[in-house]
């Protein structure tokens, strides 16, 4: 027998999901050529803006040099035809030059200025592209295996990855919900953060981390029938990996004062579940009650049940409703207890072990 108690419960949807990278970065690159440096290890941890890769810069210092040689002779030519403006820009008004002259040493300092911010712009162009032949990570993680070795060629017209780099902390929990449960994830959003709590699956025994959700799809699925959620947990220790699969428990309310009984107590008829209720003078009461979640060993009663009544946990094939029910301590055969007789008596009276 055993005392139907009172507890604030979670009520909750639990799901199988999948731990993912909270950023997730595929090297590609953005200059062409032959890579002469790796500078870092497979399965190492980076730094945003650590050196991944060096291409052979001699191409790209070469333009580089090219269009400051250039910039400077467009300089120059901007020098002059600034000069010659300034020694005829007043001869106009005396006559000295014909107005064609006048504007054509006017458009000509114009012509140049624009070649000078043309050359500038090659210049600035050929720095960035001697810079990309410096491969840098653009986040803070842990590389994958590289999928290019010392003296390959790449180029920057490819779609080919050179290396991956994900970061695992914090960490999301993807998971996918039935569509008949998305009203009732809404309205609890609508009312507060919703927490996670989150099992490795192949870490069953150790304990489970908590988490928040923080994201909801926009649409059901084609085909499926469910929508996607995604929750984020802290990963400092690298304890979820990504691509791992977890059980994932989102908590969508706390019911306050839940009756709960032992989950052996519940019996299942035609008519539906019912508990055996011991009454005060030891006498079994068929109740029909509404099961709510299961809470570990334990199953929370929505109705028909309140705190602090005893139910029949063990032999509820020997009790018959209005019948006498003996108290026996634990372990001392009843039906269904521990040593029992695999098959009990019938003429005896129906038993409920403590």
Known sequence: MAEAVAKDVPLYIEEIGKAVAVEKVSIQPQASGQIIEIHFVDGADVRKGDLLFTIDPRPYEAALAAA?????????????????????????????????????????????EAQAQAA????????????????RSPIDGRTGQRLVDLGN????????????????????????IPERNLDHVRSNMA?????????????P?????????????????????????RATLQNED?????????????????LNNAVLVPSLAPQISQAGPYVYVVTPDSKAELRPVKL???????????????????????????????????IMP???GAPGAPGAPANPPTSQPATAAN
């Open 330 to 332: 634990p372990n001392s």
């Open 68 to 112: 400051k040689a250039a910039l400077a002779q467009n300089q120059a030519a901007l020098t002059l035809s600034r000069s010659e403006w300034e020694r005829v820009k007043d001869m106009v008004n005396t006559n000295a030059i014909s107005k064609e002259q006048y504007d054509q040493r006017q458009n000509a300092v114009a012509v140049a």
């Open 153 to 176: 060629v790449v180029s920057a017209s490819s779609m080919m990855s050179l290396l991956t780099i994900q970061r695992f902390h914090p960490i999301y929990a993807d998971f996918n």
């Open 205 to 229: 025994n150790e304990q489970p981390r908590e988490g928040q959700l923080t994201f909801l799809d926009n649409a059901v699925q084609e085909g499926t029938g469910t929508v996607k959620l």
């Open 120 to 135: 500038q712009a090659a210049v600035d162009q050929a720095a960035v592209n001697l810079d990309y032949t410096r491969i």
């Open 292 to 326: 709510g979640q299961r809470q570990g060993d334990m199953i929370v009663i929505s109705e028909g049940l309140k705190a602090g009544e005893q139910v029949v946990t063990v032999g509820q094939m020997m009790v018959t409703p209005g019948g006498p029910v003996t």
């Open 238 to 254: 690298r304890f979820f990996w990504p691509g791992q699969l977890v059980q994932v428990r989102l908590v969508l309310q706390v």
């Open 191 to 203: 009312r507060n953060t919703l927490k996670t709590i989150v099992t490795a699956n192949q870490k």
